[in-house]
């Protein structure tokens, strides 16, 4: 076993690991959410793909690729709980959630639900859609803060009518941090016949996934956030009735090869991301999946309890209802605006060496931390003292 993975298997966690990340030295990353960090043996793993591409490309992309993609969908199939064959590869969340939406056979005047808390590039997908088809966009209205996870669902029973076509939900949300109970929504869409996007940006890694357990029709998930592969890794699950409408969003040679095959080809690129999700996974489960997925929780609630208990402020939910991120509300009151989060974030990146997301949200600014097995709670105390210092003594 390389020395790496020999590292993950022991008990150590927290700045001990840092070597294993290019990660720059002597910084508070707390901001694993917004595109991961891939380890070091993950990147080397992807190098040897791409060297054995260089070797002979034309032997490697016409002999060797088909087989080497589908060794990689099958581990990756494995271990968020379905077949190779329900499962594509593609570049990243918002690839997958086209594909469904741009292949989806829309009649003018359906309804599509969303949350109001959906992602910004989803929200942009289903508006560009809603204006070429003519659909109407129905909006879940999802409580922040939320205290109990019932009124997330019943805002998707209720924003869900006789004429609503599809329904997305997003199964960790991203500005919110709140994690969704995915089963009550499934349920409930089943029951009226509305066939069920997941955005699983955030899920694998994060969340133990059981994806043909799951019931839903489509789910989206990024391997390159909380599984370390390679940016422009990601995969889209569909059941075998939703699998029949899907094409990629680049159509291209495999077109009519059904799915996931038309997925495997989609023009020259570099194929190298998706070959590299083993030993992303490989990583992982040298960590432990289940210890992995155990210790983020942990260490996200603990680093949550104490900057409250520092700012004195509480959780917009019960602690129970996050996983590897929480957001945290700003310590003082503070205007809410796109400018004000830039201004702090910027301020905690330059002067303090604290990477966070800063976010306005109904109002109000929150801070989304995500832990990490190379963070410690010294990371967060480095984050909590940062904005100790009396408000009038910040602001130039
Ligand atoms: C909930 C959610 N959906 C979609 C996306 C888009 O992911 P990507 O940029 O990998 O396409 C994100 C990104 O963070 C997200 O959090």
Redesign the pocket.
């Known amino acids: 076993m390389p020395s790496d993975l020999q590292l993950l298997c022991g008990f150590q966690t927290g700045h001990a690991l840092r070597p294993l990340w290019h990660l720059q030295a002597d910084c508070h990353f707390l901001n694993h959410?917004?595109f991961g960090a891939t380890p070091r043996h993950v990147l080397a793993a992807q190098d040897g793909w791409r060297l054995q591409i260089e070797r002979q490309p034309v032997h490697f992309m016409g002999a060797q690729l088909p087989q080497a993609l589908r060794c990689a969908r099958a581990r990756l199939a494995e271990f968020v709980g379905t077949a190779q064959q329900r499962l594509a590869f593609v570049e990243?969340?918002?690839?997958g959630?086209n594909a469904v939406l741009r292949s989806y056979p829309w009649r003018s005047g359906d309804e599509i639900v969303l949350a109001n808390h959906?992602?910004p590039?989803?929200r942009a997908t289903v508006n560009f859609l809603a204006q070429r088809h003519g659909l109407r966009v129905t909006l879940a209205r999802v409580d922040f803060p939320q205290h109990s996870a019932q009124q997330l669902v019943e805002a998707y029973c209720a924003a869900i009518t006789p004429g609503t076509r599809l329904a997305i939900v997003?199964h960790?949300?991203?500005p919110l941090a709140l994690v969704t109970p995915l089963q009550d929504i499934v349920a409930h869409c089943r029951g009226v016949g509305v066939p069920l996007l997941v955005?699983g940006?955030?899920g694998p890694g994060m969340l133990a996934l059981a994806l043909d357990d799951l019931g839903a029709d489509w789910y989206v998930g990024?391997c390159?956030?909380w599984l370390f592969a390679p940016k422009a890794c990601?995969f889209l699950y569909a059941a075998p009735a939703a699998a029949t409408v899907l094409h990629p969003t680049v159509i291209s040679n495999f077109h009519g090869a059904g799915f996931p095959q038309e997925f495997d080809w989609q023009g020259t690129r570099d194929y190298s991301a998706w070959l590299a999700v083993e030993a992303a996974l490989d990583f992982v489960q040298a960590f432990g999946a289940a210890r992995y997925r155990q210790h983020l929780h942990d260490q996200a609630q603990q680093a949550a309890a104490l900057l409250c208990e520092h700012w004195q402020v509480r959780l917009p939910a019960p602690a129970e209802r996050f996983a590897a991120m929480v957001s945290v509300p700003w310590p003082w009151p503070e205007e809410a605006t796109a400018e004000n989060a830039k201004f702090w974030h910027d301020r905690l990146w330059n002067e303090h060496q604290v990477e966070v997301p800063v976010l306005p949200i109904n109002g109000q600014l929150w801070l989304r931390i995500s832990a990490q097995i190379y963070n410690e709670l010294s990371d967060y105390e480095a984050l909590a003292r940062a904005l100790d210092v009396p408000r009038e003594r910040m602001r130039p």
């Open positions: 959410g917004s990243n969340a918002s690839d959630v959906a992602y590039a989803v997003d960790v949300f991203s955005d940006a955030h990024n390159h956030k990601a």
